[in-house]
């Protein structure tokens, strides 16, 4: 049993601009500006955290957003969710921002990514002696992860990495020995296939590697073992934005729980299918079309 219910994310947040909100937007999402361009919190570590705390979880927030009017994006979606951002940090200069688009099928694209002062935040000794309190740990886009490893272990927590984003596959070597969990997408594949991309992994040190393969589900593996998950049926997709957020937070809670891989890969599936039927990542949480 973890020691403790609070799950940290720790890491990258933006505001996700999208060029396509006329789709279903009104009925769906509370948007910081009527119309297209669209202006919604996002970033893995802090979607994770707004979807945990949404499932009735004890969620925190760690990283930094600018001292601009972006900011207040980042922190009216946390304090809706009851995301503690007590650890957040607000520093001179601009939010991270990301300008997203989407195909008529609502596959996102991301048209340009900058994660602002949240690229550069990073840890200390005193927050991550406060992070090893927690009973799980998720980090996204934290590149000095693998400097405290040891440190964030002192209390037992449980580690997970999200590494399914641009150059993800390059950074196994230095974090996938250091966390309990590596998650990556096939969205981000760097030309292997999900079975080598499970190989690297693993020969990498990890010792449980989880892949999304979006409408085609999802599989992991450890040294001993292997699973296989398929996607949840949907009646309609919306938006794509955030469904592996969604399954990652899902995940997570189902391990915290204590249930096995299997049943934590259907929470997943089922997380994220129900995130494809809303516009957004931080939209409210929602069951509306996904098929039971």
Same mark, same amino acid.
């Given at each position: 049993?973890?020691?403790?219910?609070?799950?940290?994310?720790?890491?990258?947040?933006?505001?996700?601009?999208?060029?396509?909100?006329?789709?279903?937007?009104?009925?769906?999402?509370?948007?910081?500006?009527?119309?297209?361009?669209?202006?919604?919190?996002?970033?893995?570590?802090?979607?994770?955290?707004?979807?945990?705390?949404? %499932?009735? $979880? !004890? *969620?925190?927030?760690? /990283? &930094?957003?600018?001292?601009?009017?972006?900011?207040?994006?980042?922190? #009216?979606? @946390?304090?809706?969710?009851?995301?503690?951002?007590?650890?957040?940090?607000?520093?001179?200069?601009?939010?991270?921002?990301?300008?997203?688009?989407?195909?008529?099928?609502?596959?996102?694209?991301?048209?340009?990514?900058?994660?602002?002062?949240?690229?550069?935040?990073?840890?200390?000794?005193?927050?991550?002696?406060?992070?090893?309190?927690?009973?799980?740990?998720?980090?996204?886009?934290?590149?000095?992860?693998?400097?405290?490893?040891?440190?964030?272990?002192?209390?037992?927590?449980?580690?997970?990495?999200?590494?399914?984003?641009?150059?993800?596959?390059?950074?196994?070597?230095?974090?996938?020995?250091?966390?309990?969990?590596?998650?990556?997408?096939?969205?981000?594949?760097?030309?292997?296939?999900?079975?080598? %991309?499970? $190989? !690297? *992994?693993?020969?990498? /040190? &990890?010792?449980?590697?989880?892949?999304?393969?979006?409408?085609?589900? #999802?599989? @992991?593996?450890?040294?001993?073992?292997?699973?296989?998950?398929?996607?949840?049926?949907?009646?309609?997709?919306?938006?794509?934005?955030?469904?592996?957020?969604?399954?990652?937070?899902?995940?997570?809670?189902?391990?915290?729980?204590?249930?096995?891989?299997?049943?934590?890969?259907?929470?997943?599936?089922?997380?994220?299918?129900?995130?494809?039927?809303?516009?957004?990542?931080?939209?409210?949480?929602?069951?509306?079309?996904?098929?039971?």
């Amino acid at each position: 049993m973890p020691p403790s219910e609070l799950i940290v994310c720790v890491g990258d947040n933006c505001v996700d601009v999208t060029q396509s909100g006329d789709r279903d937007l009104p009925q769906r999402v509370p948007v910081a500006a009527a119309s297209p361009p669209v202006h919604l919190a996002g970033g893995n570590a802090f979607n994770v955290a707004v979807a945990l705390a949404r %499932m009735g $979880r !004890r *969620a925190s927030y760690v /990283g &930094a957003v600018g001292d601009d009017p972006a900011a207040e994006v980042i922190l #009216s979606a @946390a304090h809706e969710a009851g995301v503690d951002t007590s650890r957040l940090e607000r520093v001179p200069g601009a939010t991270g921002r990301t300008i997203v688009d989407h195909d008529p099928d609502g596959e996102r694209r991301f048209v340009s990514e900058d994660y602002g002062v949240a690229a550069d935040y990073r840890l200390d000794a005193e927050t991550a002696a406060w992070l090893s309190t927690a009973g799980w740990l998720h980090f996204a886009r934290q590149v000095d992860l693998a400097d405290w490893g040891s440190a964030l272990r002192g209390g037992g927590a449980v580690l997970s990495c999200d590494l399914g984003h641009s150059g993800g596959v390059g950074a196994l070597e230095r974090i996938a020995a250091v966390v309990d969990v590596v998650f990556m997408s096939a969205s981000s594949a760097a030309g292997l296939t999900p079975e080598q %991309m499970l $190989r !690297r *992994a693993l020969d990498a /040190g &990890a010792a449980l590697v989880v892949v999304t393969l979006g409408a085609r589900g #999802s599989i @992991a593996a450890s040294g001993e073992a292997r699973w296989q998950m398929d996607a949840h049926p949907v009646a309609r997709v919306i938006d794509t934005l955030g469904a592996g957020d969604a399954y990652i937070a899902a995940f997570i809670a189902a391990r915290m729980e204590e249930k096995g891989i299997e049943e934590a890969m259907r929470a997943g599936s089922r997380a994220g299918a129900a995130a494809c039927t809303q516009w957004g990542p931080t939209g409210p949480v929602t069951t509306d079309g996904v098929l039971a």
